[in-house]
């Protein structure tokens, strides 16, 4: 589901990851990784045939420094190369009405010291607790999820699942 922010309407990640798994079953996502002194360059490719059986690529980068937040202390690797692949999708197709997504929005808010619209995820993937209290559901049910939830699902299942969920997909590889 969308978020809206100052009137235009951002998907996250997660969002765009799982709508390009539904229209497209033969794709491949690349990711490469360049360790810097204290922060993280991600560049994602992703790859896939359209309905006409025309190639379809596109590139996403994203930069994080490690000491931007306490979740980058251990995971800003994990969070730059989350936001390369969303950029990625974005530029072929899967962005809703605008490139950033709505987890980078909400952080870039919060860094210029305006009230966030809540989000998990942050500008070029610094993930961090907002003020305001979001309710997360799960991307399968209706099902609402707390934070920790949210990120031990998105971290082994790539989605946002409940743990009555999770518990399916772990018992059922191909859900």
Same mark, same amino acid.
């Given at each position: 589901?969308?978020?809206?922010?100052?009137?235009?309407?951002?998907?996250?990640?997660?969002?765009?990851?799982?709508? !390009?798994?539904?229209?497209?079953?033969?794709?491949?996502?690349?990711?490469?990784?360049?360790?810097?002194?204290?922060?993280?360059?991600?560049?994602?490719? /992703?790859?896939?045939?359209?309905?006409?059986?025309?190639?379809? $690529?596109?590139?996403?980068? *994203?930069?994080?420094? $490690?000491?931007?937040?306490?979740?980058?202390?251990?995971?800003?690797?994990?969070?730059?190369?989350?936001?390369?692949?969303?950029?990625?999708?974005? !530029?072929?197709? !899967? *962005?809703? /009405?605008?490139?950033?997504? *709505?987890?980078?929005?909400?952080?870039?808010?919060?860094?210029?010291?305006?009230?966030?619209?809540?989000?998990?995820?942050?500008? !070029?993937?610094?993930?961090?607790?907002?003020?305001?209290? /979001?309710?997360?559901?799960?991307?399968?049910?209706?099902?609402?999820?707390?934070?920790?939830?949210?990120?031990?699902?998105?971290?082994?299942?790539?989605?946002?699942?409940?743990?009555?969920?999770?518990?399916? /997909?772990?018992?059922?590889?191909?859900?």
């Amino acid at each position: 589901m969308p978020v809206s922010i100052h009137g235009k309407e951002y998907w996250t990640v997660a969002e765009r990851l799982n709508e !390009f798994h539904k229209k497209y079953s033969g794709y491949k996502i690349e990711t490469d990784i360049q360790l810097l002194e204290g922060a993280c360059l991600a560049t994602a490719i /992703v790859t896939t045939y359209n309905e006409n059986k025309e190639l379809v $690529q596109a590139m996403g980068h *994203a930069y994080e420094k $490690q000491d931007a937040s306490m979740i980058n202390k251990t995971s800003y690797i994990e969070c730059a190369e989350t936001s390369a692949v969303g950029r990625a999708l974005a !530029f072929i197709g !899967f *962005a809703g /009405v605008e490139i950033a997504s *709505a987890d980078e929005v909400a952080n870039a808010i919060k860094q210029q010291g305006q009230a966030p619209t809540p989000v998990s995820q942050g500008e !070029f993937g610094q993930t961090e607790k907002l003020e305001a209290p /979001v309710p997360l559901v799960c991307s399968a049910c209706p099902n609402k999820i707390s934070e920790a939830e949210k990120d031990y699902s998105i971290r082994n299942y790539n989605k946002t699942l409940c743990r009555k969920c999770q518990d399916i /997909v772990k018992n059922n590889p191909s859900q």
